[in-house]
């Protein structure tokens, strides 16, 4: 790789995000940084049993810690994959800020399927023991459940960014063909 090369995987939850990121940072030997990865480890570490300003502010550091790792490795020169349910309004200006600060090259993996599809998965996390309890708690006991299953999949999540984009939908499992997000990767880098 020549310029460094941040890989933004974007979409609502419970598209396939985490799933695109890993297999993008595996098969590319780069590092995968995620709101949700960091939000885990601080629950982990100061508990997830907030209310909603605390919660809210565990997600604001989450995404600044976030960008603290993305501009710590573009800084050094280094490639990553980064990974979150990004709000257009709030990123679109900032990662274009940061391929004009650090001269790097912005490909988009935007991840989308159908809302009762995302529901559907979404019903099945929140009853997973793998779930981590600080999402679930934000969810039922500080958003409230029945707003959030309303808001799910609403609203434009594809980034507005200056760079090569590649949507993929992900309603329908089997007919993903994963090796063509890796080859628009590998063809842009």
Known sequence: MGK???????????TGKTTFGKMISEELKIPLVSPDG????LWDNIGWKHDFTEWSNVGKVSFELMYYFIETCLAQGKSLVAEAHFH???????LNALKDKYGCKLLQVHCK?????IEERFRQRMASDNFHPGHRHGIVEVY?????????????????IDGEVYEVDT??????????VLEFIKSNL
């Open 171 to 180: 309603t329908n499992a089997e007919n993903i063909d994963s090796n063509k």
């Open 144 to 160: 409230g459940e029945e707003k959030f299953y309303d808001k799910l999949g609403k609203g434009e999540k594809l980034l507005n």
């Open 88 to 94: 257009p309004e709030i990123n679109n200006a900032r």
């Open 4 to 14: 460094p090369v941040l890989i933004i995987i974007s979409g609502h939850p419970a």
């Open 113 to 117: 399927a159908d809302k009762s599809v």
């Open 38 to 41: 960091i939000k885990e480890i």
